[in-house]
């Protein structure tokens, strides 16, 4: 009996995600009665650190970094069995959204993904709560098959140290040969992921255009936050797609958002609609984006902005 | 090109969702059901190009009752060939994408398309069980493809960037926004769909995987506090003090 995490390090390390996911892995164990095992593949720079969040032991099986879902999947399937695991979690990334399915399959097992519960033992299996209908429901289910499978929700299952950090022991298991052939992976280096940013700083159309940005950045410079855009700011490439949260881009879970010049179409709110809190500025007191927030601005933003950026520089100056 | 597009329903985006009075079933009364937005302005489409540029034939898959036919009507009159609807209830993913599985083992798929996830439970998940199933090559979140011979070199969405990669047919591909542009049925298309040919398939035994125990409403938000445009330091405070955010 063992709760099996997929820590994952595709570009080489050990970021966030996958600390949050051994933090859940472990809480996990301690309502099962078992222990947490993570798993690496790959170069897995910051392993060890693991144990901090939880992981009793961290293994690492040497293959490519280079994804290929179902070569990951097979490595992942032989490790499940060979440490007798009985819930497997992922992030609920590209990597573990792809994954958790080939897995859940693979056992036909159950599965619930960007779960929002750590799971509790009832009808003789675990119950796990997760988002439904775009952030306006939440939906409870019972995991009653041997093995189990769970993403989880990002940005929700912070990851606290409980432990010490652990050597890493290296596991061999069969990685056959995939037939996807990485060409290419361009990430923004340096900047944390959106999907993993605490902070986020979105602007809409009321920018005017991408010119206008510089008071954007600026507000997310101070605040160490990433910047995010709404869906009609990426169609006409003012900013990069990879920005564009919503329901056809990324959907994010931060503490706290802010919406500058965004009027809250209700595809966007689909992506944001749980953050934790909500701010935003916007010039006209009828934008549907005040019902969704917890705090607004009426005002021109290019007023708003800059004066919103000096009074949170002379915090951080003070704090 | 043997090209096969699986298509769910979803409620309208704008549905008002709500539940059974004991919170144990989604309420359908009033709602208004649409194609999975992924799957018909993304993966359909894209499939519907893919045959336009090698040839070869766009077969439409739906798992679901026969109350669900509008939204393969409505997949055919956007462009795909002929339809499978397989029998059956959509008990959970795991069940889907078994039927689907066990549908297309046989039928020498070249790809098998699929939206990147369904829009009322966003848990992009059958794309990766059916390739699981049919021990395939899964390339999940695509934003641009294209084919040369058996070989698809395929764009996708990772967290803060992209990867670009290649590989060899067969394979399963999730679609996601930018793979694609939707296209809007025409009248003729509406009238040809009317005779295209929708194969009833019997459903086979699956596991169902994880079982609902319930729904929840998300806790009511708190009225709008708004601050004067000329007071942002009341904001900072309001994010530090009463929020705890910053």
Known sequence: MAVLVFAESLTGSIKKIAQEAVAYGYQAAQAMGTECIALTIGQADGAGDLGLYGAAKVYNVDASNDFDAQVYASILGQAANKFGADLIVFAHSSSGKSLAGRLAARFDAALVTAATSIPTVADGGLHISKGVFSGKAFATYALKTDKKVVTIAGNTFRPTEVGAAVAIESVSLDAATGRIKVKEVNTVTGAVPLPEAELVVSAGRGMKGPENWGIIEELAGTLGAATACSRPVADVHWRPHHEHVGQTGVAIRPTLYFAIGISGAIQHLAGVNQSKVIVVINKDPEAPFFKAADYGVVGDLFDVVPKLNAALAKFKANN | ?246
């Open chain 2, 1 to 246: 090109m043997k090209l096969l597009v699986c298509v769910s329903q979803t409620p309208d985006t704008t549905a008002k969702i709500k539940f059974t009075a004991d919170n144990s079933q989604f309420d359908k009364n009033g709602v208004q059901f649409i194609m999975n937005p992924y799957d018909e302005w993304y993966a359909l489409v894209r499939a519907l190009e893919l045959k336009e540029q090698v040839g070869g034939t766009v077969t439409l898959l739906h798992v679901g009752p026969k109350e669900n036919e509008a939204v393969i009507r409505k997949g055919l009159a956007i462009g795909a060939d002929n339809a499978i609807r397989i029998d059956a209830e959509a008990k959970s993913s795991l069940f889907v994408a078994k039927q689907i599985a066990e549908y297309a083992k046989t039928e020498g798929f070249d790809l098998l398309f699929f939206g990147k996830e369904t829009i009322d439970y966003n848990g992009s998940e059958v794309p990766a069980m059916v390739s699981e199933y049919l021990d395939l090559p899964f390339v999940s979140y695509g934003i641009e493809m294209s084919v040369e011979g058996t070989t698809a070199t395929v764009q996708r969405d990772i967290e803060g960037g992209k990867e670009v990669l290649t590989v060899d047919t067969p394979f399963v591909l999730s679609c996601a926004k930018g793979m694609a542009e939707q296209r809007i049925p025409n009248m003729r298309g509406i009238m040809m769909a009317k005779r295209k040919p929708i194969k009833v398939v019997p459903a086979v035994e699956a596991a169902v995987g994880a079982e609902l125990v319930g729904y929840a409403y998300p806790p009511e938000k708190g009225d709008v506090k708004l601050i004067d445009a000329d007071n942002m330091d009341e904001l900072v405070q309001l994010l530090h003090n009463e929020a705890k955010v910053i």
